[in-house]
């Protein structure tokens, strides 16, 4: 069954999932999506939680005005790339996306310019990613199993019981610090899969700035889903 909610006469899906260890109703806008997802403890009824929804409308109409503008992946726009700025600069011919100065220039067919700067970014972000987990891992005595990235708005990086990493390549365009804190957190994880305080002096020792690029995520994390 499809469930939805009415914002300013526009119908967002509501996606709903039960999730065994939650212990409360919990609702997000979902920007890449434009849906809001509705997470349940097992012993909530899926009605009591879309009553649960429509109480928050005013929160979420709320979230749906802050939404960042969409920035594209076009010639002459600027764009972050782990703390640093780009101009995005189409050329013609053969080659591979490259960083020449201040600028990341991308050859072939502009209308494939998006999709190739993309895969370049993804790219940039996996081998960062992996580079730091991999030392963070053994710091920790640790293994990863495996790493991989995604496209998602619901968190920014997990960490699975059988040491599998994910993370939103999005990261791409937060400063270095806050991907430095965002693999910390995970890496963390393989040690102490929970947020108690040994986690959090765990996460300390591998980033001890991590207080600090956490205010950054909470402050300006939506922003980074208005690229691309």
Request: aromatic letters at 10%; glycine letters at 8%; one cysteine or more.
């Amino acid at each position: 069954m499809h469930y939805s909610i009415t914002i300013h006469n526009e119908t967002l899906p509501i996606l709903i999932r039960k999730r065994r260890g939650a212990h409360r109703i919990v609702v997000r806008y979902r920007p890449l999506q434009h849906a809001i997802s509705l997470t349940l403890p097992p012993y909530v009824g899926i009605r009591q939680g879309l009553h649960f929804a429509h109480e928050k409308r005013d929160w979420i109409e709320r979230q749906i005005a802050a939404k960042p503008e969409h920035i594209p992946f076009s010639d002459g726009q600027i764009i972050p790339l782990l703390g640093k700025h780009y101009t995005l600069c189409h050329k013609g011919g053969r080659g591979v996306v490259s960083i020449d100065g201040d600028r990341i220039l991308v050859p072939g067919d502009v209308q494939f310019m998006a999709r190739r700067l993309r895969e370049w970014l993804k790219a940039r972000a996996r081998a960062e990613i992996m580079a730091l987990a991999q030392i963070k891992a053994q710091r920790v005595g640790r293994r990863i199993k495996k790493i991989s990235l995604r496209d998602t708005s619901s968190r920014w990086g997990s960490c699975s019981h059988n040491g599998n990493l994910s993370f939103s390549w999005r990261l791409a365009f937060a400063p270095w610090e806050v991907l430095d804190y965002l693999v910390s957190h995970e890496v963390a994880h393989l040690k102490e899969h929970n947020h108690s305080e040994a986690f959090w002096a765990l996460v300390a020792e591998l980033c001890p700035h991590y207080e600090q690029a956490g205010r950054w995520l909470k402050a300006h994390g939506a922003g980074l889903y208005a690229y691309g």
